[in-house]
């Protein structure tokens, strides 16, 4: 019962490491957190070395071994949310292609963003 919980955990912070990586860029950069901006470049950096290397996520591997682990024996292996949240994470090889070139130009963009500053909020 503890792998099983314990996957379906590390299953969520996969989902989070992907909203972050999505919705981080606009965030930050509406916050103007320059910090934030950075760690959010590196993961972007580094999500794009994955892909392009072929490397595996390595929460897939941990999601993977804490489901093997799981050893409860029930009738449906899994939960109705994380299944979902997998179709989401889990993309077909098509879509995942895409998702690359569509990841290439979403860091562009953040790199971008460096140099073409936003514009600062005027104080009333």
Not at 5 to 30: D, N, Q, S, T
Not at 48 to 62: A, D, E, R, S
Not at 73 to 82: D, L
Request: net charge neutral; aromatic share 16%; hydrophobic share 60%.
């Amino acid at each position: 019962m503890l792998f099983k919980v314990a996957g379906h955990l590390a299953v969520f912070i996969h989902f989070l490491w992907i909203i972050f990586i999505i919705l981080g860029f606009p965030l930050f950069l509406y916050l103007n957190l320059a910090r934030w901006r950075l760690i959010h470049l590196v993961a972007i950096i580094a999500t794009v070395f994955m892909q392009v290397g072929g490397i595996i996520c390595p929460l897939t591997y941990i999601e993977a071994y804490l489901q093997s682990r799981d050893l409860s024996g029930t009738v449906y292996p899994g939960s109705f949310v994380i299944e979902k949240i997998e179709e989401l994470i889990y993309v077909e090889d098509f879509t995942l292609e895409i998702i690359m070139y569509l990841t290439a130009v979403y860091l562009l963009a953040v790199i971008l963003s460096f140099w073409i500053r936003p514009i600062r909020k005027k104080s009333i």
